[in-house]
């Protein structure tokens, strides 16, 4: 059994984007500015919007966070997305999900220049991606590849079952699995909570992505031996003898499940890291893309 090691591979490439921005200041030309809009006061989403800001630092990209109010209005929020699609200097901005009730997550979305996307989820981003033109990925299946790929996982004619259909990641790794080219070129059954006879379909699997956010989920006997395993899961578990009161769980029983695999993410430390590195290198190719637009 091989460890998918997410901090590895996402330290290395966070070295490759630094040695990128290092070139583009001895050229002299402009860095990357990556912009995050963060509405509310929620703990998960600042935690996670704050170690986006210090990856930028690692890098060397600029990098702007706009904290707004949990009481902004819609009207608001799109005003301010209207003024970082018109800001030259911002290369890519992402809006930190959730927003608070009063929003239209969708219409929110929907109002951010594709180009600026680095999130990859504007449905003209989503739809190339679909179609296999250049575009963005989103972050979290883009990692999900890239640990692939590094590891050399031999993905070309395996039967890959993904469990969970969000837009997020269940419903793009269904659609990248199965492209052509490396990683893809699998066979893919997209699973939910509704499918029939799950453990079924697990066990016939060579490759299982898992996005649904239950714990500990799938067990041992529902895969079969040198399956490769994609634990996307994070869900907080109380446990008293954590210093923190709880630990992060994945989908996966690792334990058991670790002793069938050829290859596994362990959660933490899998997919998790790669999330970022991947906001990173959609920010580096935005910059990159805009370049080549004013040529």
């Known amino acids: 059994m091989q460890l998918l090691d ?20 001895e050229k002299g030309e402009k860095v990357p500015h990556l912009a995050a809009v963060i509405v509310g006061n929620d703990g998960a989403s600042l935690t996670y919007v704050g170690s986006k800001v210090k990856a930028c630092e690692r890098v060397g990209f600029e990098s702007t966070m706009v904290r707004m109010s949990g009481t902004t209005s819609e009207v608001e929020l799109l005003a301010k997305i209207q003024e970082l699609n018109e800001n030259d200097d911002i290369d890519g901005f992402i ?13 929110v979305l929907m109002a951010v220049d594709p180009s600026k996307d680095v999130d990859g989820f504007h449905p003209e981003n989503f739809g190339k991606m679909a179609l296999d033109m ?5 972050a979290t299946p883009f990692g999900i590849l890239e ?35 490396f990683p893809g070129n699998s066979t893919v059954t997209l699973t939910h909570s509704h499918t029939k006879n799950i453990t079924q379909i697990t066990s016939q699997a060579d490759i299982i992505i898992s996005a649904l956010g239950v714990p500990n989920f799938l067990k041992a006997e ?12 994070i869900t907080r578990v109380p446990d ?5 009161g709880y630990r992060i769980t994945g989908d996966v029983d690792f334990e058991n499940v670790s002793k069938k695999a050829s290859f596994i993410t362990p959660v933490p430390g899998g997919v998790g890291p790669m999330t970022i590195s991947m906001l990173l290198k959609n920010t580096l190719l935005a910059r990159e893309r805009r370049a080549l637009m004013k040529q």
Not at 95 to 107: A, E
Not at 222 to 233: A, E, F, L, Q
Request: no cysteine.
């Open 240 to 244: 008293e003898t954590a210093p923190r």
């Open 6 to 25: 997410g901090n590895k591979v996402s330290n290395d490439i966070k070295d490759e984007i630094a040695a990128e921005v290092s070139k583009m200041v």
């Open 134 to 138: 250049t575009t963005f990925i989103p």
């Open 95 to 107: 809006i930190q999900l959730p927003l608070p009730p009063q929003i239209d997550t969708q219409k």
């Open 147 to 181: 640990l692939l790929e590094r590891y050399n996982v031999d993905t070309q004619g395996k039967h890959t079952v993904v469990i969970g259909r969000s837009h997020i990641v269940g419903r793009p790794m269904s659609i990248l699995m199965g492209r052509k080219g």
């Open 222 to 233: 529902m895969v079969k031996d040198d399956v490769v395993i994609i634990d996307v899961g």
